[in-house]
């Protein structure tokens, strides 16, 4: 594992690759409330409280006192938070451990103009996060072009779509990908995505209107059509609002925005509930979930890997899904971390998060990574080899909710 040197070859163009301004919304309030915590042990996010809240009858959620106060510690008012004071990202104020996350809904805040001017916060690395004695690292792959999905999405990657935030850059845009629940079989609200999707990592803290829509833009319209495009066209199956949602402790930690730093460990589950819907869950609503593999194939052992996402970077414009199919090789930044998965792909940012999906002898599709990092100047992608660390982030979010 542990035999070569890197080759490899990329650059930066700047400290980060994409970053854009506030874009501003009116919103309708509605009440909500949930929290977050990281890791295997959910025990640390109990410690001051059952941390959980409860649906009322027309699906929105009835915040627990004990939450409640605890929020109050922080200095948090949940009504001026929907009234703005969410914008507020003074250190201070900017919320980063794992029990402390916030995230009301606020109905209507992603609404298509939002939704469409969202841009993408991925992360660049070039030939110098790559130096020294490292793990074993493969030759840089051949791009592979990106491919079109063919509308409907939903007829034809009915897991895939769109993970929005806000972040202090402003709003911000991932892909994500519908994975199925352990405790709920067949009535899952678990996605799938980069940990750098809902947490600045070492830099920051959680970031904050965290929504996922499922099969965004359907049916492939332009950019220009989706100017006058309503909700309903360009979120055909609801907007799905975090209730949950937990990453690495390595990410949290190490977590970079440029040069690859916590790669190995940039994924996150998130727990979702509807913005408004009939009491069906996410996985019902789009009728697909996947399984996720967490005895993470050697790269050996793997014929073809199949990448999903929204590409927003330049020659993309993050309104039509994608796909990039290669053979992995292996990629390492730091030698104490795992070696990552890495494909020939020219998909951009706003890609991240998006699904790494094997199909099986018997045709079954199975989720294995998601996009982490690229270089500034397209070409290829990688993503974390999920194990120990994935399955317990995932396994915590599944017991958190099980028989709900």
Known sequence: MRSTRPSFTARR????????????????????????????????????????????GDGKITIPDDIKDRLKEHGIDIDNWKNGAWKDWSKDDWLREAEDFVNPIIEDLWNPDRMRDAEEPDQGVDDSDLAGDQGVTDPTPEPVDAKAVPPAYHDNAATAGKVFFDSPEGTMVCSATVVQDPANPGKSNMVWTAGHCVHAGKSGGWYRNIAFVPSYNDSGKSAAELENATKEEVAPYGVWWGDWAQTSDQWIEQGGATGGDGASYDFAVIHVTPETGDGKSLEETVGSALPVDFEAPAVQRVESITATGYPAGAPFDGQTLYQCQDKPGRLSINASDPTMYRIGCTMTGGSSGGGWVTTGADGEETLVSNTSIGPVTAGWLAGPRLGEEAKGVYDSVSEKFAGQ
């Open 13 to 56: 163009e700047g400290s980060a690759r994409r970053r854009t301004s506030p874009v501003l919304a009116a919103v309708a309030l509605a009440s909500a409330l949930v929290l977050t915590a990281t890791a295997c042990d959910s025990g640390d996010a109990d410690a001051g409280g059952q941390a959980s809240a409860s649906a009322e």
